[in-house]
């Protein structure tokens, strides 16, 4: 009997060694799979990080992954680069699936050499990308790197190059998103800038184009990693990070929901999935916002978990210029990008931040087909010197350009202020608006009754003989002017309203809006819309 149970292994042992071919390929493999070492492997793990391959299949579906170029090795014979042959060239390249839908990927292996991009390794990452963009397919890069390989001088700089460029062509064609799993400097800072998307992990992430030693070097500055690089730095002051995850799974989670509202390419439409939510869910909520005191303030939040499917918002750049919030939710199943101005912050004016934020998302969203719901309720420009010399001309006009750019469906709704400028600004009719709705109780002028008596009746005012007469003549003026402006009535008479809502009904209104818009044809609807960085 034992013989006979032994035999099969015997066989097969037998066959692998009548099989020199397929031993050679093994024995290649799985050296290409140790990455750096048990060492460097054991070192990654000590800092609370996973490798490049346990990463990709965390984020692809389980068993999905194929991997590209796993043999590529190094041309670089200089500082010992060829007898070291770096496994995978530092750089593991690919495809697998996210929820079923084909994806490419690449990871950088920071076991080896740092992850450092020289030539072998860019040409990889860039075989990937041409695969997505020939393929129409998203690409996710997991970035954990040293930046340019200094062993490889010119050619790595080169190498960050080519990504760049073709970061750019595939912009606004197909979804790029990054992932910043370590300490990513130099280049390795650059291409993640030039896509759709960055996310950051608490505690791992850290970008810079130069690090804390050179900054004191240069400007006697005395900065920590976590301080110039870190999560809270990109996703709250500088803006370069759209995401924020506690761990590494958490961050894979949310990658794969962000697809989830986003299509393959630009020439298709982003999934649409099954809604249990009624469509004619009512908003007791917002009639109750109708009478509330108009300047209390309110996160926008509350109003739209009630207006999301589920009450479920996928919020992008949460930290970063708060007074405008953008994101992602479901409207009677569509996916849909949300922008709205949030009270809760410098009482929802707009200013320099948030203005590029909105921008650069509005023109994200048109760039994949997704329809645009604006929710308004804006006092103005945030004034003063900062702002006027920091450029809010400029940047204002990006918000200006987006929305008049945006060709996808547009559907606006004044929840309670829209003043000025930034009444125009946030997707009104003239701008090319779809539907533009409001609250009865929504005020749409020029400027609040306050500033436009100073103006309008400057004289009258001067002329009062005492303070209690200027008081009481203020206070009929403002109420005289409030009657006649501060509603949405004469604003409704010129049709740049389409309809003054009962704000219960507001879902609904924007479902049906929606529904008739789902096969909207503008001009220049078919033409290529880069995502450019704002
Ligand atoms: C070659 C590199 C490397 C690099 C790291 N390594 N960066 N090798 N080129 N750019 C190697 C290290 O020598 C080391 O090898 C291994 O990676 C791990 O690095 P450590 O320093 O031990 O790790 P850690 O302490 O965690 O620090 C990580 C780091 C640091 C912060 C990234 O290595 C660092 O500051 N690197 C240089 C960053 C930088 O200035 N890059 C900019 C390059 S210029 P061993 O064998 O010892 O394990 C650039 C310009 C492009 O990118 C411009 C395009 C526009």
Known sequence: MEPAKEAPREASKKDRAAAPNLKRLRQMVETIMQGGGPGRIQAQRAKGKFTARERINYLLDEGSFQ???????TRCADFGLKEKDPPGDGV?????????????VFAQDFTVLGGSLGHAHAMKICKVMDL??????????????GGARIQEGVNSLDGYGDIFYRNTKCSGVIPQISVILGPCAGGAVYSPALTDFIFMVQGISHMFVTGPDVVKAATGEDVSFDQLGGC??????????????QSEPDCFRQIRELLSFLPQNRWEKPPREANPDPIRRTIPLLEKMCEMDPRKPYRIHHVIWQIADEHKFFEVHTDFAKNIVVGFMRMGGESVGVVANNPAHFAGALDINSADKAARFIRCLNAFNIPIVTLTDVPGFWPGVTQEHGGIIRHGAKLLFAYSEATVPKIAVVIRKAYGGAYIAMSSKKLGSDFNYSSPSAEIAVMGPAGAIEILYSRELAAAKTDADRAALRAKLAAEYAAKFASPYQTASTGSIDEVIEPGQLRYKIIRALRLLRDKRAPGSHENRGNIPL
């Open 92 to 104: 593991v390249t690919g495809f697998g699936n996210i929820a079923g839908r084909e994806v490419c």
């Open 232 to 245: 809270e730095a990109h996703a709250s002051k500088s803006g370069v990070c759209h995401f924020v995850a």
């Open 67 to 73: 991997e590209t170029d796993q043999l590529v090795s």
């Open 132 to 145: 997505a963009l020939a393929n129409r397919v998203p690409v996710v890069g997991l970035l954990d790197s």
